[in-house]
Each structure stands twice: as structure tokens, then as C-alpha cells.
């Protein structure tokens, strides 16, 4: 994966532009009449979704899995924003970063559709370090207050977040942010109870955890970085990429560990553990306890998978608390958030914001969303 990717496009203003890929550039090269020239900075890294291959093809783009969803299509949707990971650029905090992709999402993804924003709340991540000190112990919290190297028309203005929240709700947006719980685990809970109203629900987020939620009525839509869009993710590509159902990939999630998020698989104690042996075992038994309660009982493999099944059950059973979202958070979902989303202010709240950051906006007239030149 390249490590950045600096985007410039130059906008024709009589003919279509010519594409070009090369050195992780994307060029939009112009014919010879004149042109309007801007830049937009985009950011890839590990800590990103990549456009990943299933079944050998790239994940489509957005057109292309709302019309190959296969799914009742008469279902009003609900969108879910997971606002924090927008706020970075790879590993970097940047309200850059954030202006970008809500600018893309807002006119290429949910439209009028209601959305819903959630932020991380303080101490969001102590239940699950009191449990795994180990959990996300080393990434980098957002910052609260803005770096001193963004620049502003009018100097400091306070909390990053209380900026972000001020865009989002101006754009009739409701955020929430719910102290001692991560934002993962408000949307889990919510999902619940939008799905109880007969919606679907797509989940704005690079974040995996969300996969475990996935279903016929439950989608992701991620930001990719290196092709500067938004792509949905769907129950039919989880299948396709990795051959089980969302709920056994928990499991086996468990029992390979987490790296990124700090938390160690049974391969940490018993080396000889391997994916192969836990996908066989998922498969057979469906799930991390229901193979762990068969280990209690009977032999379920050969005798290392038996003697570590048995002998780290709790170690296992805690990975699953650790990883698993909850869905009892104390919040409960209001009618006005399900309301159509009024979209008539947001070019104007998206530039002033562009402004503020620094930057002077500039209106992609194909698509309808701003970018910069910063």
C-alpha cells in the first residue's frame, strides 16, 4: 500500500478528462483546453481499509453495490457515523482529514437518508482495559484541543470536537457521545433498535469490529483513501472474503487475537494453534462457546487443540468479552433522528468550514463536493 497518495485533479471546463495511475498518483490530465487546477490531499495506511480483492475483484464502488445488493430495496435506510476515525490522516489527527471525507459522504452516500453521529466517549475504552490492559494501549488518542500547526482565519476555536460537532449539527446531524462507552458499542445498541423499526442500517466506518454486525439488513460503507471515495461493504462480500459468517469470525478472532487492537491470540501460549485449526473447529461447532463447553465434555480435535481449549477457556471466553460490541448501552433512539436529513445548508456550512481550516474550497463540479488547496 503506498503510504500517502497526493491527488491532483484538473478540471476541464470543455472536454472530459484522460486517467492515469502511476507511482501511486492519480492523474486527471486535461486536453488542451484550459483548465481549472486544485489539489485534495488523501492519506493511505495500515490503519485505513484497503480496497480489498474478493473473489478476485476489487470491492465495487458505491453505484455498483446499490444496485447489486439483492436485497428489499423498499426499506428506508439509517447511516451510522463513526466520527473518530475520520479525524485522522493514516495515524495523524486532522480536521482536514474529517472535512474531506464528511464532505464526500454527504453528497455521494446519504443524500437526504437520516444520519446519526457518534463520538467516543471519555474513558470510552477503561471496560475493556479493566478486562485486557493491553486493549488499543497503544494508539493515539484524537486530540482534544487543535494542533498548533492547523491554521485558522481566526485563531484557536476550542475542542476539535466540539468543531466537528458543530459542523454536523448545523448540517441537522445529531451526535452522540455517551461517557465510559466507545462509539462502537452506542452503534451496536442502536442498530438493534433502528433494525426493530423495520430500517436497514449502513455503518460509516473503516473500523472491522463493525463486520460482526453485518447481515441482509446491515451494511458498512468505508473510506478509501487511495482511490479518494467511500465503498460499500456488504454480507455478500463478507462471505466472499473470508467463507464464514460474521458471527464464526468473531470467534475466530478470539482465538487468533487482535494485533491492531492489542489483544493476543491463543497462538501467544500455544504456538501450534494455527488458523487452520481454529476455522476447522469453528465450522464443526458454530461458535467460540459452543466449541469451548464441547472441549469440557469430549475430545473436539487432536490433543494440543483439546489441551489448549480446556486449559484457556477463560483466556478465550475473555478475548470474546474484549472484542465482542455491546448492545446495552443506556441509550435509546429517538424518532426525530430518523427523520430525513434537510440538505439545503450544507455547501455553505461545508465551505465556511473549509475557510476555517485554513483553506480556500473548491466545488467539484462532477461530483458536487468541496475540496481544497491545502
Not at 268 to 285: E, I, Q, S, Y
Not at 312 to 318: F, G, I, V
Request: charged share 25%; hydrophobic share 35%.
Amino acid at each position: 500500500m503506498v503510504e500517502a497518495a497526493q491527488i491532483r485533479i484538473n478540471l476541464c471546463l470543455t472536454s472530459t478528462p484522460l486517467v492515469s495511475l502511476s507511482r501511486g498518483k492519480l492523474r486527471m490530465k486535461p486536453t488542451k483546453s484550459k483548465a481549472r487546477t486544485w489539489k485534495i490531499s488523501a492519506v493511505a495506511s495500515s490503519a485505513w481499509p484497503s480496497n480489498q480483492a474478493v473473489g478476485g475483484q476489487l470491492l465495487p464502488p458505491i453505484e455498483k453495490c446499490r444496485n447489486n445488493e439483492g436485497r428489499d430495496t423498499t426499506k428506508k435506510r439509517v447511516f451510522f457515523l463513526d466520527v473518530n476515525p475520520l479525524c485522522y490522516a493514516g495515524s495523524t489527527p486532522s480536521l482536514h482529514a474529517f472535512a474531506h471525507w464528511i464532505s464526500l459522504f454527504f453528497c455521494q452516500v446519504s443524500h437526504n437518508n437520516p444520519v446519526i453521529a457518534v463520538i467516543d466517549g471519555e474513558r470510552g475504552n477503561e471496560y475493556r482495559r479493566q478486562l485486557l490492559p493491553s486493549y488499543k494501549a497503544h494508539r493515539r488518542k484524537f486530540s482534544k484541543r487543535l494542533s498548533t500547526s492547523q491554521r485558522f482565519s481566526r485563531g484557536s476555536v476550542g475542542r476539535s470536537h466540539q468543531v466537528i460537532t458543530n459542523v454536523l449539527r448545523k448540517c441537522n446531524v445529531p451526535v452522540l457521545k455517551i461517557e465510559d462507552h466507545e462509539a462502537d458499542d452506542v452503534v451496536a445498541t442502536l442498530v438493534g433498535q433502528v433494525l426493530q423499526r423495520g430500517y436497514r442500517v449502513v455503518i460509516a466506518s473503516p473500523d472491522k469490529d463493525f463486520k460482526q454486525l453485518i447481515s441482509e439488513d446491515v451494511q458498512i460503507v468505508m473510506p478509501m483513501p487511495e482511490f479518494n471515495r467511500w465503498s460499500f461493504y456488504t454480507l455478500k462480500h463478507y462471505i466472499a472474503q473470508y467463507n464464514c459468517d460474521p458471527g464464526s469470525d468473531l470467534s475466530l478472532r478470539c482465538i487468533m487475537g487482535d494485533e491492531v487492537d492489542g489483544v493476543p491470540g491463543i497462538q501467544h501460549v500455544v504456538p501450534g494453534f494455527g488458523r487452520k485449526t481454529a476455522l476447522k473447529l469453528l465450522k464443526k461447532h458454530g461458535s467460540l462457546e459452543n466449541l469451548l463447553n464441547a472441549a469440557a465434555v469430549r475430545t473436539v480435535g487432536r490433543q494440543y487443540a483439546q489441551d489448549a481449549l480446556t486449559k484457556y477457556a477463560d483466556y478465550l471466553r475473555k478475548n470474546y468479552e474484549v472484542l465482542s460490541l455491546r448492545r446495552d448501552v443506556d441509550i435509546h433512539l429517538q424518532e426525530k433522528w430518523l427523520s430525513e436529513r434537510d440538505t439545503r445548508n450544507d455547501s455553505v456550512i461545508l465551505s465556511n468550514f473549509f475557510k476555517l481550516l485554513g483553506e480556500t474550497p473548491k466545488l467539484n463540479h462532477r461530483s458536487g463536493t468541496y475540496s481544497s488547496n491545502g
